[in-house]
T-cell receptor, first 112, second 111 residues
Framework: GENVEQHPSTLSVQEGDSAVIKCTYS??????FPWYKQELGKGPQLIID?????GEKKDQRIAVTLNKTAKHFSLHITETQPEDSAVYFC???????????FGRGTSLIVHP | EAGVTQFPSHSVIEKGQTVTLRCDPI?????LYWYRRVMGKEIKFLLH????????ESGMPNNRFLAERTGGTYSTLKVQPAELEDSGVYFC?????????FGPGTRLTVT
């Protein structure tokens, strides 16, 4: 089955800096890669996703990149703000059921 | 539009007891999923309903776990009897297609 590795487990940055979270996956058939943000006391919320026919996608301060050959995908957050502090999960899935396999999560701390 | 809701938010039970978790999906979402996250680890898939039918229950750890979805609306996940390793946060999610919406989770502690 699919295996998703996520790094780092903890990331501490100063407000205004950029943050990068990296994931790798094992199943070359995976074609949908969502990223979730989980704030304290809440469930994971989808913040951005990318499909395997696209190399990069941006939405305001966040962007995702995908390298299918290397089976790597990354989340980039620019101009970080304290409200970006949360646990971020990457995931990989494939068509049909689209049931995601998650990474272990990255705790992002943005210091004011 | 109301989101996915889960009840209770927390549950503390003793080993050997029974607990039932409930999930109310977003109205109209045929797909309902259960996941579990043990502290510090990844969120793991448990099972997937399409309406009232179990589409995939490959993630259910053992027969102490029983999930139902009455009439294709809300779902329950029963753990009987609970063991220490069942502790974790149980999430429910619902979807129309590939984008899943998660509930806030139920934190289960088995002592």
């Amino acid at each position: 089955g699919e295996n998703v590795e996520q790094h780092p487990s903890t990331l501490s940055v100063q407000e205004g800096d950029s943050a990068v979270i990296k994931c790798t996956y094992s199943d070359s058939a995976s074609n949908y890669f969502p990223w979730y943000k989980q704030e304290l006391g809440k469930g994971p919320q989808l913040i951005i996703d990318i499909r395997s026919n696209v190399g990069e996608k941006k939405d305001q301060r966040i962007a995702v990149t995908l390298n299918k050959t290397a089976k790597h995908f990354s989340l980039h957050i620019t101009e970080t703000q304290p409200e970006d502090s949360a646990v971020y999960f990457c995931a990989a899935s494939k068509g049909g059921s689209y049931i995601p396999t998650f990474g272990r999560g990255t705790s992002l701390i943005v210091h004011p | 539009e109301a989101g996915v809701t889960q009840f209770p938010s927390h549950s503390v039970i003793e080993k050997g007891q029974t607990v039932t978790l409930r999930c109310d999906p977003i109205s109209g979402h045929d797909n309902l999923y259960w996941y579990r996250r043990v502290m510090g680890k990844e969120i793991k898939f448990l099972l997937h309903f399409v309406k009232e039918s179990k589409q995939d229950e490959s993630g259910m750890p053992n027969n102490r776990f029983l999930a139902e979805r009455t009439g294709g609306t809300y779902s329950t996940l029963k753990v009987q009897p609970a063991e220490l390793e069942d502790s974790g946060v149980y999430f429910c999610a619902s979807s129309l297609s590939y984008e899943q919406y998660f509930g806030p989770g139920t934190r289960l502690t088995v002592t």
